[in-house]
């Protein structure tokens, strides 16, 4: 007979000789998905049997986490923000190191009853949007993406979270075509340098290269979306988007020359410098 514990155990044991850094951790995900246990049940019963159906699941999935391809899309979810989203294909999967803009947008929204309005270019799975908007439950929101399915993706995660009311998104390129005023606008645009050769062959072979590349430098989306943003920020309001390592000053000479102010540059967990934060200049 084999139990769940044993068949984390094997498949620890060939991840790891797989060389994955976090074999444990994918193991248990998947034989938990499998097996449609919460950690508290495995914890609560380590000996209970595992049948031949969900042995063959995680022969399946195991093997294809073998080839590279992520925990999030085998399940087809994802934690962020203590929320866990749907995730597929179409969309970047959460990382903690952009819960930092949460954390940023959240700042610059400091009173909990009041009707703010949110923008969020570039949405994907609606993770920031969304997670903002569970803080703050007069706000409302806009996503947008330049991908169909990623605003499928996303609709899906607002009902499913229930914020579907407070939450729309759309199909589009960045702020063209929008109107009215918000008080947050956030991004995660691309912001990978094209010819990058430290991005990791499972990142490039299985996420969105939409969602990950943009342009010689990286910055190209910013620099498509700034005017707009610009425009779209009511008086004192607060522009958040994230970038790479080592982008600080050439994204901060965007911003400033495109009419910005910089507020702050927040690092995320690793101590890297992540995410900035800039409202419009008075003149």
Not at 95 to 101: I, K, N, V, Y
Request: aromatic share 6%; with cysteine; hydrophobic share 40%.
């Amino acid at each position: 007979m084999i139990t769940v514990q044993k068949l984390i155990q094997d498949w620890t044991a060939r991840f790891q000789a797989q060389g994955l850094g976090t074999a444990q951790l994918d193991a248990r995900a998947l034989v938990l998905f499998v097996c449609g246990l919460s950690r508290e049940e495995i914890i609560a019963d380590p000996a209970r049997p595992v049948s031949e159906a969900e042995c063959l699941a995680m022969t399946g999935l195991g093997e294809r986490r073998l080839g590279g391809e992520p925990v999030a899309y085998l399940t087809g979810k994802k934690e962020f923000w203590s929320l866990e989203f749907q995730v597929t294909s179409d969309t970047l999967i959460p990382r903690p190191d952009s819960e930092t803009l949460v954390l940023l947008g959240l700042e610059a929204m400091p009173e909990s009853g009041k009707a703010y309005r949110i923008l969020d270019l570039g949405t994907g799975s609606g993770c920031l949007l969304l997670a903002m908007l569970s803080e703050r439950a007069e706000a409302r929101g806009l996503g947008v993406d330049i991908s169909e399915g990623a605003v499928k993706v996303a609709q899906f995660n607002a009902q499913a979270l229930g914020m579907a009311g407070r939450a729309d998104f759309c199909q589009g390129n960045w702020t063209e075509g929008l109107e009215g005023s918000f008080d947050v606008i956030v991004s995660n645009p691309p912001y990978i340098a094209d010819g990058d050769r430290e991005v990791s062959s499972e990142v490039r072979a299985f996420e969105p290269a939409s969602a990950l590349f943009g342009g010689a430098d990286g910055l190209d989306p910013l620099r498509a979306q700034v005017g707009g943003v610009r425009d779209l920020l009511t008086k004192n309001g607060s522009y958040i988007m994230e970038y790479g390592q080592g982008q600080t000053e050439n994204v901060s000479q965007i911003l400033r020359s495109a009419g910005f102010e910089i507020l702050e540059i927040r690092r995320d967990l690793a101590g890297i410098e992540r995410a900035i934060m800039a409202k419009v200049a008075k003149m």
